[in-house]
C-alpha cells in the first residue's frame, strides 16, 4: 500500500497558479491510480481530478476543467496538480488519495485506499 504525502499549498490571488505535488511511499506506486480530492470549510469533501495507472486516462470535476491538470512521474513515485486561473472558491484543504482500481480513474471517493494529510490552499480576492 502507498502512503501519500502533499506539499505545495499556500496562498495566491486570484488568477494566480500553484502546483500541488504527492509523493506516495511504496515500491508499488505504478499500480494504483491517484486523485485529488478538496474540502472547503464547511462543506463535504469533493473530487477534483484523478489520474489511471499508466497516465494514459485523466478525469476532472466540471468546476476545475480547463484551469487544473492532473500528471504524474511513476519514476518519482509523485503525482502533480497544476492549478491556473485560480479564484476563491478553490480555497480548500486539497489531499491526494491512492486507489488500487484498473482502467479509467476512479471519481467517488470510497474508491480510494489510503489519503494523504491534507495542504491549504487559500486564494484571495
Known amino acids: 500500500q502507498v502512503q501519500p504525502v502533499e506539499s505545495g499549498g499556500g496562498l495566491v490571488q486570484t488568477g494566480g497558479s500553484l502546483r500541488l505535488s504527492c509523493a506516495a511511499s511504496?515500491?508499488?506506486?505504478?499500480?494504483?491510480?491517484m486523485g485529488w480530492f478538496r474540502q472547503a470549510p464547511g462543506k463535504e469533501r469533493e473530487f477534483v481530478a484523478a489520474?489511471?495507472?499508466?497516465?494514459?486516462?485523466?478525469a476532472y470535476a466540471d468546476s476545475v476543467k480547463g484551469r487544473f491538470t492532473i500528471s504524474r512521474d511513476n519514476a518519482k513515485n509523485t503525482v502533480y496538480l497544476q492549478m491556473n486561473s485560480l479564484k476563491p472558491d478553490d480555497t480548500a484543504v486539497y489531499y491526494c488519495?491512492?486507489?488500487?482500481?484498473?482502467?479509467?480513474?476512479?471519481?467517488?471517493?470510497?474508491?480510494?485506499?489510503?489519503w494523504g494529510q491534507g495542504t491549504q490552499v487559500t486564494v484571495s480576492s
Open positions: 511504496g515500491r508499488t506506486f505504478s499500480t494504483y491510480a
Open positions: 489520474i489511471s495507472r499508466s497516465g494514459g486516462n485523466t
Open positions: 488519495a491512492a486507489s488500487n482500481t484498473w482502467g479509467l480513474p476512479p471519481t467517488v471517493a470510497g474508491r480510494f485506499d489510503s
